[in-house]
């Protein structure tokens, strides 16, 4: 997998608080999202590491407000009380310091380290009437349900009328159980045109569908909509709008300082 853990030599190391999460911390992260009370149903730290993902490469920029809630809770429910305890404010710590990460490596180069974890045993974690999983489907699907989740819950990226994001979806849903003939299919042609017979090429393949995701939306994501008057800018000495003969700076612009 990719790693970016030294920084351009022009710059000064990141901070502490602003570093990628280590192993210790993502296992630390895990555990305060499985600790979460019932009824609530939380994401794990995979599928949330597929989720934040899936938040970046959307064409808006989304406030960490509007989509935190749905990591703590698949139904965006509160946790807790209104004031956040110690392990919700830690909790919010880590992802806020995972998501920064993430984007700043997309945004610097293109990639990223996902986090995916390669099962123990072949087919652990499957029920004996289910259809035994290929290992690397099964390793990567976690992650892809979060992304996939992130999109659904935020359709924005779905909605646009582009085929080379369509294209890229399709290519990064493959990992994901096929539902009806024409996902079959689709799954089939790209087992034959980009076959993956490694985690490792999974892994790339995964990375590099964020990535090129990413670039595709960010002239969207960062636009900056122009404001257009609906009439001409009125002068001080223009005369004024409202009819009255005068000028505009000793009738309705009286109070208005000059520019």
Known sequence: MATFDSAPPSRPPLPASAQDLSDAEFAELDE????IPEPLEPLDAVMLDGFIAGVLVQPELLDLERWLPHVFDAEGHRWGEAEPGPEQRRARELIGRRQAAMNRSLAEFG???PLILEPDEPGEGER???TPLD???QAILPWVAGFEFAAGIFPGLHQLDDDAIATILARLYRFLPAEGPDEEATVALL???RPLPTLDAAIEELIACVGELYDLTSRRR??????R???PKVGRNDPCPCGSG???????GAGAAPA
């Open 32 to 35: 305060l999202l499985a600790g």
């Open 111 to 113: 990639a990223f380290d």
């Open 128 to 130: 004996a009437d289910e």
């Open 135 to 137: 290992p690397i489907n």
């Open 191 to 193: 087992a034959k045109q």
């Open 222 to 227: 960062y636009q900056v909509e122009t404001v």
């Open 229 to 231: 008057r609906a009439t």
């Open 246 to 252: 005068r000028k505009f700076k000793v009738c309705h």
